[in-house]
């Protein structure tokens, strides 16, 4: 049975405040996905959806129907103008918005062997490579950060301190659906991830505390990235916290040329992970040649 929403009724609303407030996100454990490939991906990587809402107006795309044919979910028909408001699109409704369980927030969902070796990565013998980002203040830029660390084979997104919602409205769309594909967790503090992380070296997984920041110690291209590595990144305007700061074992700054003196937290990111998979590919190319020099 299809329900029809035609106007802004107790139901609308709750799904209207999931766009705009957070605490109600928290409170009722699920977000808005819209877009085709963010839906996609969420189905595909099977993450619950609780409800269906696509427009009344006919015919559906076959990729709309496909999807409703596919996922078990409540359906709601919705006034085109209504979804218009959900889809966060001023000009013309989208065909489907879903509302999406939210996960628990355990770092046990980022995976990491006793050898500090990626579960999760294209070559599964490469070490670990993880992402913190402390204290954004941006939901775009956390929705970038997490895009780029699936295109660059990282094993999970940890967002830490008072920061913007991983599942803001903003955030889910930046990650053009890679929010779906690597596990992103958010903590209050650095004292979740210290003990996590002291956890896995006790069975022998160490894994190093990588700083970025300009004033880093040593440049990016000249600090080897090819062992397990967690790299933090700081807040938009004010960088690491003290305490990541102290906790890092190095830190690295991005060689900058012209006038610009820095890059914002998504385009540093994105250099560093870029620079993280260059060395791992070369490591792993150098290691099949010596391999295939000895058979």
Known sequence: MVQQVTSRNSRFQQWSSLLTNRNKRQRA????????????????RGWPVRVLIHTTRRPLSRWAEGILREVRAERVAMDPALLAELGGKDESAPELVAVVEMPEDDLSRIALSPAGLSRTAASPADPFLGVLFDRPSGPGNIGTVIRSADAFGADGVIVTG???????PKSVRASTGSLFAL????VPSHREVVA??????????PVALVGTDEEGETDLFDFDLTGPVLLLVGNETKGLSAAWRELCD???????????SSLNAAGA????LYEVSRQRLAARRGGEARTARTE
């Open 196 to 205: 996590w992380l002291e956890r896995h070296r006790e069975r022998g997984a």
């Open 250 to 260: 190095h830190t690295v700054r991005i060689p900058m040329a012209g006038s610009a």
């Open 162 to 168: 008072h920061a913007a919602d991983v599942y803001d």
């Open 183 to 186: 596990p992103t967790v958010r």
């Open 269 to 272: 990111t994105t250099a560093v």
């Open 29 to 44: 454990r699920e977000f808005l996905v819209q877009g085709v490939r963010p839906v996609t991906v969420a189905v595909e």
